[in-house]
Protein backbone atom coordinates (compact mmCIF):
# COMPACT_ATOMS: atom_id res chain seq x y z
CA UNK A 1 0.00 0.00 0.00
CA UNK A 2 1.39 3.48 -1.09
CA UNK A 3 0.40 6.94 0.23
CA UNK A 4 -2.15 7.43 -2.41
CA UNK A 5 -3.75 4.07 -1.08
CA UNK A 6 -4.09 5.10 1.91
CA UNK A 7 -5.47 8.05 0.98
CA UNK A 8 -8.05 6.28 -1.26
CA UNK A 9 -9.07 4.26 2.39
CA UNK A 10 -9.28 6.89 4.34
CA UNK A 11 -11.77 8.71 1.84
CA UNK A 12 -14.16 5.32 1.65
CA UNK A 13 -13.36 5.57 5.82
CA UNK A 14 -15.04 8.94 5.72
CA UNK A 15 -17.73 8.25 3.06
CA UNK A 16 -17.99 4.72 2.00
CA UNK A 17 -21.21 5.29 -0.72
CA UNK A 18 -18.56 8.65 -2.05
CA UNK A 19 -18.29 8.25 -6.01
CA UNK A 20 -15.14 7.02 -8.12
CA UNK A 21 -15.13 10.58 -9.21
CA UNK A 22 -14.98 12.38 -6.24
CA UNK A 23 -12.48 10.10 -4.60
CA UNK A 24 -10.70 10.83 -7.31
CA UNK A 25 -10.32 14.10 -6.58
CA UNK A 26 -9.57 13.87 -3.30
CA UNK A 27 -6.44 11.75 -4.23
CA UNK A 28 -5.61 13.17 -7.24
CA UNK A 29 -6.62 10.38 -9.90
CA UNK A 30 -8.88 9.69 -12.36
CA UNK A 31 -12.03 7.74 -11.52
CA UNK A 32 -11.09 4.35 -13.69
CA UNK A 33 -7.45 4.89 -11.74
CA UNK A 34 -9.13 5.33 -8.28
CA UNK A 35 -11.37 1.77 -9.85
CA UNK A 36 -8.32 -0.15 -10.32
CA UNK A 37 -7.09 0.60 -7.05
CA UNK A 38 -10.14 -0.43 -5.06
CA UNK A 39 -10.22 -3.16 -7.03
CA UNK A 40 -6.96 -4.05 -5.80
CA UNK A 41 -7.32 -3.20 -2.60
CA UNK A 42 -10.03 -5.76 -2.25
CA UNK A 43 -8.38 -8.27 -4.26
CA UNK A 44 -5.55 -8.06 -1.53
CA UNK A 45 -7.47 -8.54 1.72
CA UNK A 46 -7.04 -4.64 2.51
CA UNK A 47 -10.37 -3.77 1.95
CA UNK A 48 -12.68 -6.65 2.92
CA UNK A 49 -15.64 -5.43 2.15
CA UNK A 50 -18.21 -2.78 2.08
CA UNK A 51 -21.37 -2.14 4.03
CA UNK A 52 -24.22 0.25 6.01
CA UNK A 53 -22.83 0.64 9.42
CA UNK A 54 -26.57 0.75 11.96
CA UNK A 55 -26.78 2.57 15.00
CA UNK A 56 -28.05 -0.23 17.14
CA UNK A 57 -29.80 2.41 19.67
CA UNK A 58 -32.12 3.88 16.67
CA UNK A 59 -32.97 0.10 15.87
CA UNK A 60 -34.27 -0.93 19.62
CA UNK A 61 -31.17 -2.36 20.64
CA UNK A 62 -29.96 0.05 23.48
CA UNK A 63 -28.17 -2.12 26.05
CA UNK A 64 -24.75 -2.74 25.29
CA UNK A 65 -22.11 -5.23 27.59
CA UNK A 66 -18.88 -7.04 27.11
CA UNK A 67 -18.90 -10.27 28.38
CA UNK A 68 -15.76 -12.23 29.74
CA UNK A 69 -16.68 -16.02 29.19
CA UNK A 70 -14.81 -18.45 31.18
CA UNK A 71 -14.27 -22.14 30.56
CA UNK A 72 -13.26 -25.23 32.61
CA UNK A 73 -10.18 -26.78 30.50
CA UNK A 74 -9.56 -26.01 27.19
CA UNK A 75 -12.31 -25.06 24.27
CA UNK A 76 -11.19 -24.02 20.39
CA UNK A 77 -11.53 -21.31 18.87
CA UNK A 78 -13.77 -23.25 16.31
CA UNK A 79 -15.69 -24.08 19.01
CA UNK A 80 -16.67 -20.84 20.34
CA UNK A 81 -17.11 -19.06 16.76
CA UNK A 82 -19.69 -22.01 16.23
CA UNK A 83 -21.46 -21.20 19.73
CA UNK A 84 -21.44 -17.45 19.34
CA UNK A 85 -22.33 -17.87 15.76
CA UNK A 86 -26.00 -18.95 16.60
CA UNK A 87 -26.80 -16.21 18.96
CA UNK A 88 -28.08 -13.20 17.33
CA UNK A 89 -27.37 -10.62 20.26
CA UNK A 90 -23.13 -11.00 19.82
CA UNK A 91 -21.78 -8.53 17.57
CA UNK A 92 -18.40 -8.75 18.05
CA UNK A 93 -16.55 -11.86 19.55
CA UNK A 94 -12.58 -12.78 20.23
CA UNK A 95 -10.25 -15.32 22.53
CA UNK A 96 -7.81 -13.34 24.72
CA UNK A 97 -5.18 -13.84 26.85
CA UNK A 98 -5.36 -13.38 30.62
CA UNK A 99 -8.21 -15.65 32.55
CA UNK A 100 -11.26 -15.54 30.03
CA UNK A 101 -11.33 -17.87 27.23
CA UNK A 102 -13.17 -14.95 24.86
CA UNK A 103 -14.54 -12.08 25.41
CA UNK A 104 -17.95 -11.01 23.83
CA UNK A 105 -20.01 -7.68 22.70
CA UNK A 106 -23.68 -8.37 22.83
CA UNK A 107 -26.50 -6.17 22.34
CA UNK A 108 -29.90 -5.97 23.39
CA UNK A 109 -33.36 -4.20 23.73
CA UNK A 110 -33.42 -3.44 27.72
CA UNK A 111 -31.41 -5.34 30.88
CA UNK A 112 -33.93 -8.30 30.48
CA UNK A 113 -33.26 -9.17 27.04
CA UNK A 114 -29.68 -8.92 27.56
CA UNK A 115 -30.07 -11.64 30.56
CA UNK A 116 -31.80 -13.55 28.30
CA UNK A 117 -28.50 -13.73 25.47
CA UNK A 118 -26.56 -13.82 28.72
CA UNK A 119 -28.13 -17.36 29.79
CA UNK A 120 -28.04 -18.73 25.88
CA UNK A 121 -24.65 -17.64 25.48
CA UNK A 122 -23.75 -19.58 28.71
CA UNK A 123 -25.87 -22.42 27.19
CA UNK A 124 -24.28 -22.33 23.86
CA UNK A 125 -20.43 -23.32 24.53
CA UNK A 126 -19.50 -26.58 26.52
CA UNK A 127 -17.87 -25.84 29.84
CA UNK A 128 -18.70 -22.44 30.69
CA UNK A 129 -17.78 -22.09 34.37
CA UNK A 130 -18.95 -18.19 34.51
CA UNK A 131 -19.42 -15.10 32.97
CA UNK A 132 -18.02 -11.80 33.92
CA UNK A 133 -20.49 -8.89 32.44
CA UNK A 134 -19.70 -4.86 32.35
CA UNK A 135 -22.77 -2.92 30.73
CA UNK A 136 -21.48 0.67 28.24
CA UNK A 137 -22.39 3.48 30.13
CA UNK A 138 -21.67 5.35 26.93
CA UNK A 139 -18.96 5.11 24.14
CA UNK A 140 -16.12 6.74 24.13
CA UNK A 141 -14.18 6.52 21.07
CA UNK A 142 -15.56 4.70 17.93
CA UNK A 143 -13.36 4.08 14.77
CA UNK A 144 -15.58 2.02 12.65
CA UNK A 145 -12.64 0.32 10.88
CA UNK A 146 -10.19 3.09 10.69
CA UNK A 147 -6.13 2.32 11.60
CA UNK A 148 -3.91 4.44 12.48
CA UNK A 149 -1.28 4.57 9.28
CA UNK A 150 1.87 2.29 9.71
CA UNK A 151 5.06 4.08 10.65
CA UNK A 152 7.48 3.62 7.60
CA UNK A 153 11.16 3.61 7.99
Keep these: MDTIDRRIVEALLDD ?3 SLAVVGERVGLSAPAVKRRIDRLVADGVVRGFTAVLDPQHLGWGTEAYVELHCQGTIGPDELREAFASIPEV ?5 VTGQADAIVRLVARDVQH ?5 ERLRNAARNVERTETAIVLSRLVERGGALPAPRLG
Design 16 to 18: GRA
Design 91 to 95: QDAAT
Design 114 to 118: LEDAL
